[in-house]
């Protein structure tokens, strides 16, 4: 290592800090000190550099760090010389000033020329500080930096932070430099595992730090920590017979907690796996942070790994332990299940009257009522079953009333699924009502089946429909009923599970329903006021309903009809998420405006164009084209008055036109079965071969020329050719 670099280490010794914050603070910490190095222009290696934490650190160790800053050089400008020198060049009070602010007589001031003209400038050089006198600095920066909400305070200090500081360590090379920041003087003395290692930790030079912790029963290094645990867990579970299930989320947190991983096997009696094993699961993950092992065939056994923070002299009281604690919550997730099943799932309903789902959208029944409706409706349109769809939907959110979902919400729809089960429901239907909440997150997969895929659509239409009727639309950040994330599982789901559906067509239906229910929740709460019937589950009871579940009582009331410009504006919320997906999916955005400018009323349709048009992107006329069409758009809206549509061959007068008449006429008689077979890829690869005859008409042909009847039978041909380059998309998105 060179004189002039020299390795640092910077290490702030803490309380146990919070566990899920812990990879951000460190990230802030190694961040806020690389940047206070950069902005005072302190020359570092930072090959490798990463940021090290446990539970009790955050540190920073860099290969190399300049020990002292580059020659600062600075320049102030000062008075221009009309201002700075009077009539006889004698220095102004002005320059006087600038002179004696700078510690200099003004003959020694140097002269620069702008755009104003010439002015006088102080230029200097001063040697570069020497880092060790900057370093506190850059600490207390990084420190006050960090996104800590609510800083922790101690003593009687003035001063805070996400817990309290033990130490401090601050070595540049072999020499401790002097440092003091929350209350703590730097040292080269750390601390190594608290239970394993009560002495201190000595570092001679920062190259021992992660060595001799590791000495010293501590893993500082995040990703070393982290490959220990899987390696222990998985050795654990195998010697248990099963296999490891190991969440990345609670993986992460485990390595938050521990800084000497040991895995420890435990076990559960049998009798708890007759419980929904995502109780179990839940339980064990989010609770304590176990890791359950899987049989062969993915199913939970009774074995789990608990992850200890020591290397425990009596294994078998740790595992006692861990036991202990479990065992109370399987008890509690079996009584709520045996309970449930007493009740059922179907009478699990009734409670559902009393439940609001929302102000204006009457209870959780109500709901439940349209979904069964749309989920009908939607399955006759993609084949499945009507009769399921409307049984699962109806039974999709019983199981929010069971104990088992209201200790573990995260089950809903899975307790749901178990308990039709049990009574015998159709497997199919039991299945569906899990997976009408799918995708529950991002990276989750669709709905499996169609019956699935049907009630997870209804669901989703009538929350999105449902929502944009009572004027709850998403603003800015704010977007409490999840309407984004709602559109985009109705979008992935329709072409994830390559669903022909009227998207415009379902959005009218459930705006329909939606604003029927908000005039009956409405009128209700009028007679309300008049001392009519309650609004609740008992003012719906015993009043007639239609075929789609809707309140008959309220039918001579007149209902708004809903306009089209509500549906588009649905509709058109429903695209926007469809563009930020495909743009996550690094899709052009001038690809998918040119699919989008037509508006395919089905999102698979939309999908299947949209891959055309990227395979038409790649062919070498693809650009010639698209600039032809847009010229074309162009010349067209320039037209007063309807455009005219009539071809007359014995109007043509060149060449150029004639052939480009009888292009597209045979493109069109071979693109219309490609249209109606919806092979988009095709279709476009067959009108790139017209980009010859294109550029021969342009070329040579004047379209707005003086005679009106040649002048509209040009225009009638260009009308054709663009209306048939557009059938796809409107490529001209594609020009550059």
């Given at each position: 290592m060179s004189a002039a670099m020299q390795p640092l280490l910077i290490e702030l010794g803490t309380e146990e800090l919070p566990v899920k914050a812990l990879p951000g603070l460190a990230q802030a910490f190694f961040d806020g000190v690389i940047d206070g190095l950069s902005r005072r222009g302190?020359?570092?290696?930072?090959?490798?550099?990463?940021?090290?934490?446990?539970?009790?650190?955050?540190?920073?160790?860099?290969?190399?760090?300049?020990?002292?800053?580059?020659?600062?050089?600075?320049?102030?400008?000062?008075?221009?010389?009309?201002?700075?020198?009077?009539?006889?060049?004698?220095?102004?009070?002005?320059?006087?000033?600038?002179?004696?602010?700078?510690?200099?007589?003004?003959?020694?001031?140097?002269?620069?020329?702008?755009?104003?003209?010439?002015?006088?400038?102080?230029?200097?050089?001063?040697?570069?500080?020497?880092?060790?006198?900057?370093?506190?600095?850059?600490?207390?920066?990084?420190?006050?930096?960090?996104?800590?909400?609510?800083?922790?305070?101690?003593?009687?200090?003035?001063?805070?932070?996400?817990?309290?500081?033990?130490?401090?360590?601050?070595?540049?090379?072999?020499?401790?430099?002097?440092?003091?920041?929350?209350?703590?003087?730097?040292?080269?003395?750390?601390?190594?595992?608290?239970?394993?290692?009560?002495?201190?930790?000595?570092?001679?030079?920062?190259?021992?730090?992660?060595?001799?912790?590791?000495?010293?029963?501590?893993?500082?290094?995040?990703?070393?920590?982290?490959?220990?645990?899987?390696?222990?867990?998985?050795?654990?579970?195998?010697?248990?017979?099963?296999?490891?299930?190991?969440?990345?989320?609670?993986?992460?947190?485990?390595?938050?907690?521990?800084?000497?991983?040991?895995?420890?096997?435990?076990?559960?009696?049998?009798?708890?796996?007759?419980?929904?094993?995502?109780?179990?699961?839940?339980?064990?993950?989010?609770?304590?942070?176990?890791?359950?092992?899987?049989?062969?065939?993915?199913?939970?056994?009774?074995?789990?790994?608990?992850?200890?923070?020591?290397?425990?002299?009596?294994?078998?009281?740790?595992?006692?332990?861990?036991?202990?604690?479990?065992?109370?919550?399987?008890?509690?997730?079996?009584?709520?299940?045996?309970?449930?099943?007493?009740?059922?799932?179907?009478?699990?309903?009734?409670?559902?009257?009393?439940?609001?789902?929302?102000?204006?959208?009457?209870?959780?029944?109500?709901?439940?009522?349209?979904?069964?409706?749309?989920?009908?409706?939607?399955?006759?349109?993609?084949?499945?079953?009507?009769?399921l769809a409307r049984r699962a939907a109806a039974l999709s959110k019983n199981d929010l009333q069971s104990r088992l979902v209201n200790e573990f919400p995260e089950l809903q729809g899975i307790a749901g699924r178990y308990y039709a089960a049990v009574e015998g429901e159709p497997l199919e239907v039991a299945a569906a009502i899990d997976e009408a909440y799918m995708p529950r997150n991002a990276g989750d997969g669709i709905a499996p089946s169609p019956l699935g895929r049907a009630v997870a659509i209804a669901e989703r239409l009538d929350t999105l429909a449902g929502a944009f009727a009572a004027g709850l639309k998403p603003s800015g950040n704010k977007d409490p009923f999840a309407l984004r994330r709602n559109a985009l599982g109705l979008v992935r789901t329709i072409i994830g599970g390559e669903l022909e559906l009227d998207l415009p067509a379902l959005i009218g239906t459930a705006l329909r329903d939606a604003q029927w229910q908000i005039n009956a929740v409405a009128t209700l709460e009028a007679s309300n006021k008049k001392g009519g019937a309650q609004v609740a589950g008992p003012a719906y009871d015993g009043i007639q309903r239609d075929e789609r579940g809707r309140l008959l009582a309220f039918a001579e009331n007149q209902q708004r009809e809903v306009s089209a410009e509500e549906v588009q504006e649905l509709v058109g919320f429903v695209l926007d998420r469809l563009r930020s997906y495909c743009l996550e999916q690094n899709v052009p955005v001038q690809q998918f405006e040119a699919v989008a400018a037509l508006r395919p009323a089905s999102l698979l349709d939309f999908d299947r164009r949209l891959r055309a048009i990227a395979e038409f992107a790649q062919l070498p006329e693809a650009q010639a084209l698209a600039a032809a069409n847009k010229r074309i758009r162009n010349i067209l809206k320039k037209v007063e008055g309807e455009l005219p549509t009539a071809i007359d061959p014995a109007l043509f007068a060149v060449d150029a036109e004639r052939e480009l008449a009888s292009a597209v006429e045979a493109a069109v008689a071979d693109t219309d079965p490609l249209l109606a077979q919806r092979d988009y890829v095709a279709v476009l690869g067959r009108l790139a071969r017209l980009r010859p005859q294109v550029d021969a008409f342009f070329d040579g042909v004047m379209v707005n020329v003086d005679d009106a009847a040649v002048r509209n039978n040009r225009l009638a041909l260009l009308k054709r050719l663009s209306d048939r380059l557009g059938s796809v998309a409107a490529i001209e998105h594609l020009s550059i």
């Amino acid at each position: 290592m060179s004189a002039a670099m020299q390795p640092l280490l910077i290490e702030l010794g803490t309380e146990e800090l919070p566990v899920k914050a812990l990879p951000g603070l460190a990230q802030a910490f190694f961040d806020g000190v690389i940047d206070g190095l950069s902005r005072r222009g302190i020359g570092f290696d930072r090959d490798g550099a990463k940021p090290l934490y446990t539970p009790r650190r955050l540190a920073v160790l860099l290969k190399g760090v300049a020990v002292e800053q580059p020659e600062q050089k600075s320049e102030v400008l000062g008075p221009y010389l009309n201002i700075a020198l009077d009539a006889d060049g004698q220095p102004t009070k002005a320059l006087q000033g600038f002179a004696a602010k700078a510690g200099i007589d003004w003959s020694a001031l140097e002269k620069t020329s702008d755009a104003k003209g010439e002015r006088f400038v102080h230029r200097a050089v001063k040697p570069g500080a020497r880092t060790a006198e900057l370093l506190q600095e850059v600490i207390a920066e990084a420190l006050a930096a960090m996104p800590i909400p609510k800083p922790m305070r101690w003593g009687a200090h003035e001063y805070g932070f996400a817990r309290p500081a033990h130490w401090l360590v601050v070595l540049l090379g072999k020499d401790v430099v002097d440092a003091q920041v929350l209350g703590v003087r730097s040292d080269r003395m750390s601390r190594g595992h608290r239970f394993m290692h009560d002495k201190s930790v000595w570092f001679s030079a920062p190259e021992d730090y992660v060595e001799f912790l590791r000495g010293a029963k501590v893993l500082v290094d995040p990703d070393e920590r982290r490959e220990r645990i899987v390696q222990e867990v998985t050795a654990a579970a195998v010697a248990a017979g099963g296999v490891a299930r190991i969440d990345e989320g609670i993986l992460e947190e485990v390595n938050g907690l521990v800084e000497w991983p040991k895995a420890v096997a435990c076990g559960f009696e049998h009798e708890f796996l007759a419980v929904p094993q995502e109780a179990l699961i839940a339980t064990m993950e989010a609770n304590q942070k176990f890791f359950p092992v899987l049989d062969a065939a993915g199913k939970l056994s009774e074995r789990f790994v608990g992850i200890a923070n020591i290397e425990s002299r009596d294994e078998a009281e740790v595992r006692k332990g861990y036991e202990r604690v479990i065992r109370p919550r399987f008890a509690d997730a079996k009584f709520f299940f045996v309970e449930d099943m007493k009740q059922g799932l179907a009478s699990m309903g009734d409670g559902l009257k009393t439940v609001k789902y929302q102000d204006k959208l009457g209870s959780v029944a109500d709901k439940v009522g349209r979904v069964t409706a749309l989920a009908q409706d939607v399955a006759q349109r993609i084949g499945v079953d009507p009769a399921l769809a409307r049984r699962a939907a109806a039974l999709s959110k019983n199981d929010l009333q069971s104990r088992l979902v209201n200790e573990f919400p995260e089950l809903q729809g899975i307790a749901g699924r178990y308990y039709a089960a049990v009574e015998g429901e159709p497997l199919e239907v039991a299945a569906a009502i899990d997976e009408a909440y799918m995708p529950r997150n991002a990276g989750d997969g669709i709905a499996p089946s169609p019956l699935g895929r049907a009630v997870a659509i209804a669901e989703r239409l009538d929350t999105l429909a449902g929502a944009f009727a009572a004027g709850l639309k998403p603003s800015g950040n704010k977007d409490p009923f999840a309407l984004r994330r709602n559109a985009l599982g109705l979008v992935r789901t329709i072409i994830g599970g390559e669903l022909e559906l009227d998207l415009p067509a379902l959005i009218g239906t459930a705006l329909r329903d939606a604003q029927w229910q908000i005039n009956a929740v409405a009128t209700l709460e009028a007679s309300n006021k008049k001392g009519g019937a309650q609004v609740a589950g008992p003012a719906y009871d015993g009043i007639q309903r239609d075929e789609r579940g809707r309140l008959l009582a309220f039918a001579e009331n007149q209902q708004r009809e809903v306009s089209a410009e509500e549906v588009q504006e649905l509709v058109g919320f429903v695209l926007d998420r469809l563009r930020s997906y495909c743009l996550e999916q690094n899709v052009p955005v001038q690809q998918f405006e040119a699919v989008a400018a037509l508006r395919p009323a089905s999102l698979l349709d939309f999908d299947r164009r949209l891959r055309a048009i990227a395979e038409f992107a790649q062919l070498p006329e693809a650009q010639a084209l698209a600039a032809a069409n847009k010229r074309i758009r162009n010349i067209l809206k320039k037209v007063e008055g309807e455009l005219p549509t009539a071809i007359d061959p014995a109007l043509f007068a060149v060449d150029a036109e004639r052939e480009l008449a009888s292009a597209v006429e045979a493109a069109v008689a071979d693109t219309d079965p490609l249209l109606a077979q919806r092979d988009y890829v095709a279709v476009l690869g067959r009108l790139a071969r017209l980009r010859p005859q294109v550029d021969a008409f342009f070329d040579g042909v004047m379209v707005n020329v003086d005679d009106a009847a040649v002048r509209n039978n040009r225009l009638a041909l260009l009308k054709r050719l663009s209306d048939r380059l557009g059938s796809v998309a409107a490529i001209e998105h594609l020009s550059i």
